[in-house]
Every structure is written in C-alpha cells, then in structure tokens.
C-alpha cells in the first residue's frame, strides 16, 4: 500500500511565494518521476512542472522563471517553490509520482490535492 500527502496550499497575495509538498509513504523500492498539475474552476488538468530521475525538469511556460520542482529521493517526496505568485495561478495543485515498487513495478500515484489561492 502506498500513500501520497500533499501540504502547504493556502492563501497568499499576489507576488507571494507557496511551497507544496508531496510525499509518499509504503513499500516503496525508488522514486521516478514526479511531477504537478494543476485545475482551476471549470477548466482541464494542466501540467505545471515535471522532474525525472536524472533531476531533468520541464515546466509549463506559464510558470518559468516563477516555479521550482525538486525532490528528495531518500524520502519519496517532491516539492514545488513557488514564487511571484499571480492570481492567476489560483487552483487545485496535484502531484503524480511514478514509484517503483516491490513485485508490481513502476505504478502511478495522484495526490489529494491542495488548494493554492492567489489573492488581495
């Protein structure tokens, strides 16, 4: 059994900064990829920012130069800086890590989601 959490959404004004988390937990050999989406009001799940196993990143251009991905491997986890925040990047944030697990192989995982609302 694995589980995924997600922290540190919230309410901040524009030009503000946000750090998500997401972390897993189970029987876990190694960390993929992993990656955030994001999905406001009425609108289609978008990829925010990917991270490979060789640390290679790719963001959506929306975000460059504002959003940071990285990870921590020893600990199965994935995380998002975010900074000058814009109200237009007010949406649910979730993450997708691709864990390689004891006999079944790699296998995909979705966070809850966390809330992220820019605003005065």
């Known amino acids: 059994q694995v589980q995924l959490v997600e922290s540190g959404g919230g309410l901040v004004q524009p030009g503000g900064s946000l750090r998500l988390s997401c972390a897993a937990s189970?029987?876990?050999?190694?960390?993929?990829?992993g990656g955030w989406y994001r999905q406001a009001p009425g609108k289609q799940r978008d990829l925010v920012a990917t991270?490979?196993?060789?640390?290679?990143?790719n963001y959506a251009d929306s975000v460059k130069g504002r959003f940071t991905i990285s990870r921590d491997n020893a600990n199965y986890t994935v995380y998002l800086q975010m900074n000058s925040l814009k109200p237009e990047d007010t949406a649910v944030y979730y993450c997708?890590?691709?864990?390689?697990?004891?006999?079944?192989?790699?296998?995909?995982?979705w966070g809850q989601g966390t809330q992220v609302t820019v605003s005065s």
């Open positions: 189970g029987s876990i050999f190694s960390l993929n990829t």
């Open positions: 991270i490979a196993s060789d640390h290679s990143t």
């Open positions: 997708n890590l691709v864990l390689f697990r004891p006999g079944l192989g790699y296998r995909s995982y």
